[in-house]
């Protein structure tokens, strides 16, 4: 029975999601009933530049947007909030095949945030998380190479909005 439960196990480990390195400053991190969104901050990163995607203010647009749609939907955006989130984003499109010159299909991101809730001048909370990715698991991950749209990006963009959003408390 224990021989059998190990590979169901790393297999439940591997299928499970995305790798990440995450650090948590515990030590000033107070909650704080409502945030208005300060600034988000994207470093886009890619090997080769293709106009069909999202330009880097293409997608800071699209992640503020989303942002407050997110933390309005759980409760933690005010306009007018006294505590403010300033957000930095290093993301790294990747191509599918680009080891080989191929430029026309996206897979999944890497991507890496941190982010700061301020209020009068304190940090209140931090976090900062690396090395992130969306799994979409072997079936899932075949469809990366019909990614050839601006829209086929939203996805990515998607989940690292609601993943932000649930981490600010």
Same mark, same amino acid.
């Given at each position: 029975? $224990?021989? /059998? ?10 299928? !499970? *999601?995305? @790798?990440?390195?995450?650090?948590? =400053? ?55 909030? $006294?505590? /403010? ?10 191509? !599918? *095949?680009? @080891?080989?010159?191929?430029?026309? =299909? ?64």
């Amino acid at each position: 029975m $224990k021989k /059998s439960l190990l590979p169901l196990l790393l297999i439940a480990g591997l299928a !499970s *999601g995305c @790798a990440t390195t995450s650090t948590l =400053s515990t030590k000033d991190n107070v909650s704080v009933a409502k945030v208005k969104l300060d600034s988000v901050n994207v470093n886009l990163n890619q090997k080769y530049d293709n106009p069909v995607f999202y330009s880097q203010a293409d997608i800071e647009q699209y992640l503020s947007k989303c942002l407050v749609a997110e933390l309005s939907k759980e409760g933690k955006y005010q306009t007018n909030a $006294k505590a /403010s989130v300033n957000i930095n984003i290093d993301y790294r499109r990747i191509y !599918s *095949g680009e @080891a080989f010159g191929m430029q026309k =299909s996206i897979g999944s991101p890497e991507i890496a945030y941190s982010y700061k809730v301020i209020s009068d001048n304190k940090i209140l909370q931090q976090n900062e998380e690396k090395e992130l990715f969306v799994n979409a698991g072997l079936l899932g991950n075949f469809n990366y190479v019909g990614n050839t749209e601006k829209e086929d990006e939203n996805m990515y963009i998607d989940a690292l909005c609601r993943h932000i959003a649930q981490k600010i408390y």
